[in-house]
């Protein structure tokens, strides 16, 4: 299985779950931002935080 490591660098909306910006970087270097839902607790342990996704694979 593949996974998808990126940092929280915000949080977008802080009603539960609470969604977070995170960004992660593709294998030529071009930065990725996605909107990520974050089950933690508060706004300071959703920012800068490193978030790990497992991704699926399509097979050609």
Excluded: N
């Amino acid at each position: 299985m593949a996974y998808l490591h990126g940092i929280a660098t915000k949080v977008v909306d802080d009603a539960f779950p609470g969604w977070v910006e995170v960004q992660f970087s593709e294998a030529d270097g071009t930065q990725v931002t996605l909107v990520e839902s974050c089950r933690c607790s508060t706004p300071t342990a959703r920012s800068s935080r490193r978030i790990q996704r497992s991704c699926a694979s399509r097979a050609g």
